[in-house]
C-alpha cells in the first residue's frame, strides 16, 4: 500500500460519559448497560484500538461515533462538535467504515463499490474513476486488472483491501474498523496489517478499530482501550505501558502472562545499541586478526565480503598464521534488520540456536550485532518506552540515508580492498 499524494486532516474524537443500554427498566434497577459511562480521548492522527472479551461493548461504542447505535447519554465530540448536532446522513458520509468481511455490494463492480461515497455526494464521474484508480494502486490492486471485476472473483484478502480503499474514498479525517482483518488467514492478515501500518504513517487518520485479540491491539494501537464485561474500560493508555503495568488482576490476565514477550513486539532492533564485530576478509592475515580479536569478549570472528557482507563465524583459535579462508567458516547467524521488531529477532535467535544476531543494513552491509542478553536486559527495563511513529520514521529515514551513501561507496570500497587487505582487520559497529 502507498500513499495518497494529500489527505483531509485527522479530527479528535472524545467519549464523554457516554453510556448506552438496551433495557431502560434494567438500567434503573442498577443493571450494567451495553456501556457503562465511557469517557476517553482519541488524540488526532492516532489509531485508538478497542479490545476486550467478547459482549464488553466494542463495537457498540464504534457504532455510536457514526450513529448507527444513539447513545443512551453522554456525548461523543468530534473535534469539539457533538455528533448528535449533526446531520445523520453527512455525518457518516464523512466517516470511513471497514466491517469483517467488508461489506462491498456483490452486484457491483469493483470500481463502483470504491466510488460508493464520492456517487452519493454527487462527484463528477471523471472525479469518481480517478479516486478509484488512486485508491485500488494504494492498496496494491493493479487498477486495469480488479476495477471491473466483481467480489466474488477476488479472494479474501484483496476483497478487505477493496474495502479499506473505499472507506478512504472521500478522503475522511475519521475511519471506523471493526474487526477488518478477522476474516483472513493469519498469513494474509500479517501482510494486510503491515501494509495498513505503512499507510497509516503517511495518512494519519484518526482510526477506532475494533478487535478481541491483544496481539493485534498492542501492534496495531498507538493507545489501546482494554473493555471489560458490562462496557466498562479497565485501562486506556499507550500499549507499552499496559504491557508493563496493568491497572489490574482482569487487565494482567487478559494481556497474558506472556506479557514481557508481547512487550517486545512493539521495540526493534534498530532501538537498541548495537555491539562491535571484529571482521575480516578471506585473504587477511589470520596471525594479525587472532591477535585483534583476543582484546575483545566474543570468541568467533565473523568472515565479511569486499563490500563489508557478513560470509560467517570463524572460531578465534583457529585462526593461526597464514591466510583466513572461507573453509575456516563453521557458523551463521540470523541476520536482522533495524526495523525487525525485537520479539521477531529473539525468536530467530532462539529458532537458529545461537546468541547473536547481525545487524545489517538494506545493502546487507554489516552495521553491528545484538545478544540475546541485549534483548532480555531491555525486557527487565520497565521504564523503557518505544519510539514513537515520528521518532521512528526519523531514524528510518536517516538509516535509509546513510544506506544509499553505502551503496554509493560498495565500488569504491571494492576497489580498494585489494590494497588495504594487508592492513588488517576492522571492528565494525565500535
Known amino acids: 500500500m502507498t500513499a ?15 453510556t448506552k443500554s438496551y433495557d431502560a427498566r434494567a438500567t434503573k434497577a442498577g443493571a450494567p448497560g451495553a456501556v457503562n459511562d465511557l469517557s476517553l480521548t482519541i488524540p488526532a492522527g492516532k489509531i485508538c484500538v478497542l479490545v476486550g472479551p467478547s459482549g464488553c461493548g466494542k463495537t457498540t461504542s464504534l457504532k455510536m461515533v457514526n450513529r448507527l447505535i444513539e447513545p443512551t447519554s453522554g456525548r461523543i465530540l468530534l473535534d ?8 445523520t446522513t453527512e455525518l457518516r458520509r464523512s466517516i470511513g467504515y471497514v466491517i469483517q468481511q467488508t461489506g462491498l455490494f456483490p452486484h457491483q463492480t469493483i470500481e463502483d ?4 461515497v464520492p456517487r452519493l455526494l454527487g462527484w463528477p464521474a471523471a472525479r469518481q474513476h480517478a479516486r478509484a484508480e488512486e485508491l485500488l494502486d ?16 477476488l479472494s479474501g484478502g484483496e476483497r478487505q483491501r477493496v474495502g479499506v480503499a473505499r472507506a478512504l474514498a ?14 483472513v488467514d493469519p498469513i494474509v492478515r500479517e501482510r494486510l496489517q503491515n501494509e495498513f501500518l505503512r499507510l497509516q504513517e503517511r495518512l494519519a487518520k484518526t482510526i477506532l478499530f475494533v478487535t478481541h485479540d491483544i496481539d493485534e491491539a498492542i501492534k496495531m494501537g498507538d493507545v489501546v482501550a482494554v473493555f471489560r464485561a458490562g462496557g466498562v474500560v ?5 500499549p507499552a505501558e499496559i504491557l508493563a503495568s496493568p491497572a489490574s488482576d482482569f487487565v494482567a490476565r487478559f494481556v497474558g502472562t506472556d506479557r514481557g514477550l508481547k512487550r517486545l513486539s512493539l521495540f526493534r532492533v534498530g532501538e537498541l545499541p548495537l555491539s562491535s564485530v571484529v571482521t575480516a576478509r578471506v585473504g587477511d592475515d589470520g596471525a594479525i586478526i587472532r591477535r585483534v580479536a583476543a582484546g575483545q569478549p566474543f570468541d568467533h570472528v565473523l568472515v565479511v565480503d569486499e563490500h563489508e557482507r557478513p560470509i560467517g563465524w570463524a572460531p578465534r583459535e583457529r585462526l593461526t598464521a597464514g591466510v583466513i579462508s572461507a573453509e575456516q567458516v563453521e557458523s551463521t547467524s540470523p541476520l ?13 535467535l532462539l529458532d537458529a540456536d545461537v546468541q547473536a544476531g547481525l545487524v545489517v543494513d538494506r545493502a546487507g552491509i554489516l552495521r553491528g550485532m545484538i545478544t540475546v542478553g541485549d534483548i532480555t536486559a531491555l525486557m527487565r527495563e520497565s521504564a523503557a518506552v518505544p519510539l514513537n511513529a515520528t521518532e521512528r520514521a526519523a531514524a528510518d529515514a536517516a538509516a535509509d540515508a546513510e544506506a544509499g551513501g553505502a551503496d554509493a561507496e560498495a565500488d569504491t ?16 559497529g565500535a
Open 4 to 18: 495518497p499524494a494529500t489527505s483531509q486532516r485527522a479530527a479528535t474524537v472524545e467519549f464523554d460519559h457516554v
Open 80 to 87: 469539539g462538535v457533538d455528533a448528535a448536532t449533526r446531520d
Open 113 to 116: 463499490n470504491v466510488t460508493t
Open 138 to 153: 494504494i492498496v496494491g490492486l493493479d487498477p486495469a486488472k480488479y476495477a471491473r471485476r466483481y467480489p466474488a472473483q
Open 170 to 183: 472521500a478522503d475522511p479525517p475519521i475511519m471506523l474498523m471493526d474487526e477488518p482483518f478477522g476474516a
Open 234 to 238: 479497565a485501562q486506556y493508555g499507550p
Open 336 to 348: 536482522l534488520d533495524r526495523r525487525t521488531t525485537l520479539k521477531d529477532a529473539l525468536s530467530m
Open 413 to 428: 570500497a571494492a576497489d580498494a580492498a585489494a590494497g588495504t587487505a594487508a592492513a588488517g582487520p576492522a571492528v565494525i
